[in-house]
């Protein structure tokens, strides 16, 4: 049941790389396609009220090792694997038709999809390791082969962080098991087991940093910003649509899950960690002069919301957190194709060049308004999903840390500022005689936009459609760590 | 007809920026570049240009002489039929100057686009105009505004609306107008100066209906020529226009109006205005070159200079607009360009689909071949101008032929600033 999220693309990915196929990118979309509406199959027959894990798989494999095929879902996972399957068929979709190489392309892609899909859904450390490590290759050759400017650099760049970031976790899985003497990866069994407080301290340091550099964190984020820029459209909308995500949910998944004690010591650090991520996110983004830079520090700001919610961890905050990872990777990912189609169409990204695109006939004015949603998405206007998300962090969290609260909700602010200079100089004023000669923007490039659009409107006005996964699983988890003060207000329930 | 050789020859080589159009424009040619591509789209462009003109004279007129000073104008669009069979001067059998030759009363096109509109449906004719499905007579009133409001662009007319006797002549109607209507002629007494000024405005409109009275006919019979193969190069047909100038140069100026069924001479023909010096370089001069700065996309700061102080520095008229933003609703060149696209003909249709985004921006096609159109339309009266004013091009003497040179170049210095399309015109990719 489960295991068809991760094999059913990773055999479409073997099957397009082998096989002569001329439709490559109808086969990917056909699989992908596939796998959402499986997705949203195992979504429907989710039990919101279970906050245990649901639809377990269970395969011995080297067990000697600790290491067994097991699989799991629970309100944290289950809202990320949706958001994993509907971004990579947006992802493919908004893809370029004449896509060099479309064989390895959609194939590595897939193989993404199944690897990420696989570190979300596995219940055993070394098994999510593996899976971890497995998206890295793909994602350095997508980088590299398929990316724009400094695509070489960016793409190493990103390796060596990740690399370093897959060292630091699996030697912090492993200081867990050695140190508590365990036989098994098997993450329910390393859950119940207690160990030193300064022990789980490193360890969950360890986690910290290798999970922070994946999100990334301020200041393990300097490989985020060349390599957003640097990837194409849709592979950025990967790697910040779901790739980040990843980040957020082992730091959760691992980090809260296996070190609560020192997670509860950890804490105010954590907020105040969180809290210098979104300002600086926020104020370095407000600097820029390409749009696609704007937009992926604009990234690391949002970012900080989650650990903002983590740290706090009332459940209402932790719901907040977990309801910001698909916000935000519904948003980043709208913001990213729409970049990318202005990039097509207009062939820069420089502020200072963008102009005018509102124009209703000579300019981009569907992609200009889907952009200004984008934007006030971001910015967290009711109605959309951005303020959804970011108000139940907000709500949450300022029982447990008020000044950190008050300084991310004017992060919010400076985002509304940035957005405002993105959208006052590309969509408004005078369009540029001397360029405006763009290409029509076509429906198969509206598509993406619309479906996400329609995405983060539906879900900004019934949010209940997105909270509702993750509310048992919040409960649970913040019961589950009992050292962190918790205020009536803050409580889910109420 | 002479060729680049005779001032070229004579005198040293122009210097100016725009030196390569001085030299056509001396060698008897015009600002526009002489290729078929050119020729076809301002020519296609006049037809089209041509048959919304062909309803904007008629109401302007019907305006002037019957709306009159109705405080309540609603229906001042709704053109009778009186006006629709109203008899060019210059097309059809009885013509003073048959200039068109077609029929005399409004082009067939016109009137089907009257019946059915854009939605091709016979609707109530109320419901035409509320759905904006209807010949934009507010192009022609802001073009009658600015000519009304920048006044003082030479000749004679203008001045006499300052007269004692032009007030005689207005006092005379509006009393007879306003007769058993003691509201309206209390408020005269009261504020005599506004109801002037009402009917200054209501001359102008006459103007400008007499002006293109004379335009509409020309366009089409150029049109026609272009059809027949017998305009083929740019210069031809800004000579056609040349030589239209001056045939229609003298015809008069007035002002009537129709008040139960008495005719009121406001401007009498017999002040002998002459079309030419009160209408048609007036025309250009405040439409083509200044009119007033657009309500577009684009905000000018008249506290930070951006608007010129001395009215007659202004230059906000189609040979320097950016037809690009314009593309929003409610600016009057727009208007015109949703005009003039019922109209178009149909290998002007086929040329504009072949280029940038086809029907979806023919609107700013269509735009930037009317500018291309207008300068032509201006070399014209630049020429007319010379021949009137200055030498021969083939003059033989080299001071006539640098008095000449000189008053291209003085032209040309309007061209100069960097809002000017003179430059972009030149470019055949410019669309």
């Known amino acids: 049941m489960l295991s068809t999220l991760i094999w059913f693309p990773v055999l479409g990915a073997i099957a397009i790389a082998a096989l002569p196929l001329r439709q490559s990118k109808l086969v990917a979309l056909t699989m992908s ?10 979504a429907h027959q989710f039990d919101f009220t279970n906050p245990l894990l649901q639809r377990q798989e269970y395969l011995p494999w080297l067990e000697p090792l600790g290491l067994n095929y097991q699989l799991g879902i629970d309100g944290l996972s289950l809202p990320l694997l949706m958001l994993n399957s509907l971004l990579t068929w947006i992802a493919i979709y908004s893809s370029q038709e004449e896509t060099e190489r479309p064989r390895l392309f959609y194939s590595l892609i897939l193989l993404v999809s199944g690897a990420v899909a696989g570190a979300f859904l596995a219940q055993n450390l070394l098994l999510f390791f593996l899976f971890y490590e497995v998206e890295l290759v793909p994602f350095y050759l997508l980088i590299s082969i398929w990316g724009g400017e400094k695509r070489n650099y960016a793409a190493m760049k990103f390796l060596l962080y990740t690399a370093l970031s ?3 976790i699996l030697v912090a899985f492993l200081g867990l098991v050695w140190l508590r003497g365990a036989d098994s990866f098997a993450y329910e069994a390393l859950m119940g087991q207690s160990l030193p407080l300064w022990i789980q301290i490193v360890l969950l340091s360890l986690v910290l940093v290798g999970f922070g550099i994946k999100i990334p964190l301020v200041p393990l984020h300097t490989w985020l910003p060349d390599t957003y820029v640097a990837a194409s459209t849709p592979v950025a909308i990967l790697l910040g649509g779901v790739l980040a995500k990843l980040g957020a949910y082992g730091i959760f998944r691992f980090g809260l899950g296996l070190f609560p004690d020192a997670w509860a010591t950890l804490a105010p650090g954590l907020a105040t960690w969180a809290t210098v991520s979104v300002l600086y996110g926020a104020t370095v983004a407000i600097a820029q002069k390409d749009i696609k830079r704007m937009v992926a520090y604009s990234s690391i700001g949002h970012m900080g919301y989650i650990l903002l919610g983590g740290a706090a961890l009332t459940a209402l905050s932790l719901v907040g957190a977990i309801t910001q990872m698909v916000a935000h990777g519904l948003i980043l990912a709208i913001l990213f194709h729409l970049v990318g189609v202005v990039e097509a169409k207009v062939g820069t990204r420089e502020l200072d060049v963008l102009n005018g695109l509102m124009n209703p006939i000579r300019g981009l004015p569907m992609v200009s308004a889907l952009l200004v949603l984008g934007g006030m998405a971001s910015a967290g206007i009711p109605g959309l999903v951005g303020f959804v998300s970011e108000f139940l962090v907000f709500q949450g969290s300022y029982s447990v840390f008020p000044v950190q609260t008050l300084l991310c909700v004017v992060g919010t602010g400076l985002t509304a500022v940035y957005f405002v200079i993105l959208l006052n100089r590309t969509c408004f004023g005078k369009l540029d005689n001397a360029i405006a000669y763009f290409p029509q923007v076509e429906w198969r490039e509206r598509v993406p936009a619309l479906i996400l659009a329609l995405t983060i409107f539906f879900l900004g006005i019934q949010p209940t459609w997105l909270v509702r996964w993750s509310e048992s699983t919040a409960i649970e988890m913040v019961a589950a760590t009992p050292t962190v003060t918790h205020s009536p207000i803050a409580q889910v329930s109420d | 007809m002479t060729t680049a050789t005779d001032a070229q020859t004579r005198i040293p080589a122009s210097t100016h920026e725009f ?51 109705n405080p309540l104008p609603a229906f001042k ?6 006006y629709l069979d109203l008899h060019n001067h210059y097309a059809g059998d009885d013509a003073d100057l048959r200039i068109w030759r077609g029929e005399a009363t409004a082009h067939p096109e016109l009137l089907e ?17 509320l759905w904006h499905d209807r010949i934009n007579m507010e192009f022609a009133e802001a073009c009658m505004r600015s000519m009304f409001w920048h006044r003082g662009m030479g000749g004679q007319f203008d001045p006499y609306l300052d007269s004692d006797e032009y007030k005689a002549n207005t006092d005379r109607a509006i009393r007879a107008y306003f007769q058993g209507n003691p509201l309206m002629l209390g408020l005269y007494n009261l504020f005599p100066d506004m109801f002037l000024e009402q009917v200054r405005e209501l001359s102008y409109y006459a103007n400008l209906g007499l002006f293109w009275e004379v335009m509409a006919p020309v366009f089409f019979e150029m049109s026609d020529l272009y059809d027949e193969g017998k305009i083929t190069t740019v210069p031809e047909a800004m000579d056609f226009l040349v030589n239209g100038i001056f045939a229609i140069a003298g015809r ?13 001479e406001i401007v009498p023909k017999s002040k002998g205005f002459m079309w030419l010096y009160e209408a048609a370089l007036p025309y250009v001069e405040a439409v083509f070159y200044r009119t007033s700065p657009f309500r577009g996309t684009k905000s000018y700061n008249a506290q930070a200079k951006q608007v010129p102080t001395d009215q007659t520095e202004f230059h906000y008229g189609i040979l320097y607009a950016d037809v690009f933003p314009v593309g929003s609703a409610g600016i009057p060149p ?19 689909n072949q280029y940038c985004r086809g029907e979806d921006d023919m609107l700013i096609q269509l735009g930037i071949s009317f500018q291309r159109s207008m300068y032509n339309v201006t070399s014209a009266v630049i020429q007319a101008l010379r021949t009137a004013l200055l030498y021969p091009l083939d003059d033989p003497n080299p001071k006539h032929l ?4 000189q008053f291209f170049e003085t032209q040309l210095d309007r061209f100069t600033r960097p809002e000017a399309r003179l430059r972009d015109v030149q470019r055949q990719d410019y669309r």
């Open chain 2, 113 to 129: 686009f009257i019946e059915k509109g854009e939605l091709n449906q016979k609707l109530p004719k109320l419901l035409h105009h």
């Open chain 2, 77 to 82: 669009y709704f053109l009778p039929q009186e």
């Open chain 1, 166 to 168: 897959g060292a630091l």
């Open chain 2, 252 to 264: 008069p100026i007035y002002h009537h109006v129709y008040i139960r069924g008495e005719c009121y």
């Open chain 2, 19 to 69: 030196a390569d159009v001085v030299q056509r424009l001396e060698a008897g040619g015009s600002m526009l570049p002489d290729t078929p591509e050119n020729l076809m789209q301002i020519i296609g462009i006049y037809k089209a240009y041509a048959v919304p003109m062909d309803f904007y004279w008629r109401n302007l007129l019907y305006i002037a002489e019957h709306v009159f000073l």
């Open chain 1, 33 to 42: 396609g596939f796998v959402l509406l499986w997705t949203l199959w195992i």
């Open chain 2, 402 to 405: 640098m008095a000449n040179r």
């Open chain 2, 334 to 352: 727009t208007l015109l360009m949703q005009d003039m696209l019922h109209f178009l003909p149909p290998y002007l249709l086929d040329y504009y």
